[in-house]
Nanobody, 123 residues
């Protein structure tokens, strides 16, 4: 079972930026997908963004397109979520996730989850 260690998050004013990082460990396969989900208070966890580790192709929820960017650094074995133009409605716990494919990751709950990082956007 993979382990996902997150860092980043915090408190920012609306319009500001934050970056989340996630490092997977225990993974030996070269083809997999990583991404981010978020859970706002009182709501379900929802898909935010995903990236294919082998191709680098990215996918986003409509609510974050044009504002968030997911990327990976193969040398550092790290995936990032750069969040710009943050809005109060982006406030949530953000989870790093991993699964075999982007389709599996984005259409159902992924099999591996990080510990979660709080992102709070004040108005």
């Amino acid at each position: 079972q993979e382990q996902l260690v997150e860092s980043g998050g915090g408190l920012v004013q609306a319009g500001g930026s934050l970056r989340l990082s996630c490092v997977p460990s225990g993974r030996t396969f070269s083809s997999f997908a990583m991404g981010w989900f978020r859970q706002a208070p009182g709501k379900e966890r929802v898909f935010v963004a995903a990236i294919s580790w082998s191709t680098g192709r990215t996918y986003y929820a409509d609510s974050v397109k044009g504002r968030f960017t997911i990327s990976r650094d193969n040398a550092k074995n790290t995936v990032y979520l750069q969040m710009n133009s943050l809005k109060p409605e982006d406030t949530a716990v953000y989870y790093c996730v991993l699964d075999d494919t982007v389709t599996a990751l984005s259409t159902s709950l992924p099999r591996s989850w990080g510990q979660g990082s709080q992102v709070t956007v004040s108005s």
